[in-house]
């Protein structure tokens, strides 16, 4: 595989005898997730993967490259083109033992399988009081970035947000990808796994081979700061790092959601009170998106802490471009730098 041979050995000196000491692999999101599903599938047989051309192409980015050979046909299974059918099917597979890791290619076909989601999926586990679980996960792409056609860039995830009874995760880095992933194919209730594709290959980082865990739920503190909170999630954080790094007079606290629900409120509320500034930066349209929720926690429960009204920076209430506009429609570091500098200005 891919990912053996960024493993590198180097030679440690000890007083006794030499020791090759194995130097961590540096892999990107998509190296990070093939990694994870190969050692779960490898620690339980239960797990089962399916999806369009998951198998013998390894799907549309080529995250499950390879584990069709390794586990086969029966364990690694290409799907019709029917999302409602992935869905539906991994349902009766979870309730009746199995473990299936589904893959939805783009997030724009979420829509046809919301019917299997919302009114069966997320409602397993109150309809039958408690007698059955269902441990799913729905892997998906989502935003933009990519320059994609109609239907491949939205960033859909505040209707699951909304749904109660399924947990939301979007990771922003290949170590926390792997992590939650591992996590999320260990919970006992469905979840859906967004994977940020504009950042697919944009990042590495060093990623155990070992078996770790974050867990779901809890956020991130990327970088500690006084002056201000920015709050993001998936490519939005990448992007927002960048930004504040040209902002040398101003410290800022970054804080990287992983999990949209259940949403980490503790640590939004602790740092908004310490910083009494803030500002919330999504891809997804603005009206109704996650950074409206959390303006909402955050006057509930610290407005009195706040010196600056909170702002926030989105994609706009419209149709993700195509690709020749699609750069005035996403998030960029001038946007967030623009509005950063609003808030502190209004500050008292």
Known sequence: MYYKKAVNWKLTINSKENKKEKIMAKLNIIEAINLA?????????????????????????????????????????????????????????????????????????????????????TRIRNRSRGRFSCPIVIRCPIGGGIKALEHHSDSPETFFIHTPGIKVVLPSTPYDTKGLLLSAIRDPDPVIFFEPKKIYRAIKEEVPEKEYTIPIGKAKIVKEGKDLTLIAYGSATKTSLEAIQSLKDIDIELIDLRTLSPLDTETIISSVKKTGKCVIVQEAQKTLGLAAEIIARINEKALFNLEAPIDRVTGYDIIVPLPKNENLYLISQQRIINVIKRVMKNAV
Do not use: W
Request: glycine letters at 12%; a negative charge; hydrophobic letters at 45%.
């Open 37 to 121: 599903l190969k050692q779960e599938m490898k620690k339980d047989k239960n797990i089962i993967l399916l999806g369009e051309d998951v198998g013998e192409d390894g799907g549309v980015f080529r995250v499950t490259d390879g584990l069709a050979k390794l586990y086969g046909n029966s364990r690694v299974i290409d799907t019709p083109v029917s999302e409602a059918g992935i869905v539906g099917v991994s349902i009766g597979m979870a309730i009746a033992g199995l473990k299936p890791v589904c893959e939805i290619q783009f997030e724009g076909f979420i829509f046809p399988a919301m019917n299997q989601i919302i009114n069966h999926l």
